[in-house]
């Protein structure tokens, strides 16, 4: 039977420590709780690492998050040789913050290219230090420095990023909202979470689950590393933290 985690993340993407409760330790050895604060591995951003400390003070190594059996059910995965807990535990959840931090600045970039080239999106990875976009697109007028140019007007304008759920009508309604290509949101849960950048959203707009900063200014710089093609139609832009290089 699948579990229900409650993702407070997806509420608070600052929270960097909590408490929870240990709810089942699955055949593999991931630990199930009834809240978390580690993102799972989900739509181009990598789930989180951290520790659990037990009431004695000692540590369990986290390597890696994922969701299990639903998407609701979040599996974190123990690095090896770790001691395990018990079901019915109650374990401090720590973060690797540093880590998610730029995953969050990253992922925001990501919006923030989609928005500079308003194409159809056809992949997606974010990572800390360089992730990328692919969209498709027939031509290949955009050059690095102008994309990394509009990009980086958007982070100095420090837009606000705020998250806002709608209706699977709203979204019906508003088909322009989802830009990927090939990947549709989950319907039929009534709620679809959108990701909006500027006051009202009115920079950007669109279906997403991940962890993000607060406002555009805290991305920082960044830049476009590479323009690559990738097929007939497809693009992929690699975005970089830190100033362009001068060649
Ligand atoms: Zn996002």
């Not at 969209?135 to 140019?149: G, H, K, L, Q």
């Amino acid at each position: 039977m699948a579990h229900r985690t409650e993702a407070l993340f997806r509420d608070d993407a600052y929270l960097k420590t909590a408490d929870a409760t240990v709810v089942a330790i699955n055949e593999r050895g991931g630990i199930i709780l009834d809240r978390t604060i580690f993102y799972a591995t989900s739509g181009g951003q990598p789930g989180d690492t951290g520790h659990l400390e037990r009431t004695d003070g000692s540590r369990i190594a986290i390597a890696a998050t994922i969701t299990g059996e639903t998407k609701d059910e979040i599996i974190h995965v123990p690095a090896p040789e770790q001691a395990m807990p018990v079901v019915g535990e109650t374990v401090k959840l720590i973060i690797d913050w540093e880590r998610r931090h730029l995953l969050m600045r990253m992922h925001a970039a990501c919006h923030l290219l989609t928005v500079v080239c308003p194409f159809p999106i056809t992949g997606a990875s974010v990572s800390e230090d360089d992730s990328r976009v692919d969209f498709d697109i027939p031509d290949a007028s955009f050059t690095r420095e102008e994309v990394t140019a509009g990009m980086m007007d958007l982070v100095r304008a420090d837009h606000p990023i705020f998250t806002r759920l709608i209706s699977d009508e709203e979204l019906a309604a508003n088909p322009g909202l989802v830009k990927s290509k090939n990947v549709r949101p989950p319907v039929g849960t009534g709620k679809i979470r959108l990701v909006c950048i500027g006051e009202n959203g009115a920079v950007d707009s669109q279906p997403c689950g991940g962890t993000h900063v607060k406002s555009t200014g805290e991305i920082g710089e960044i830049h476009i590393g590479k323009i690559e093609k990738k097929g007939r139609e497809n693009r992929r832009f690699r975005i970089r933290f830190g100033p362009m290089p001068a060649n």
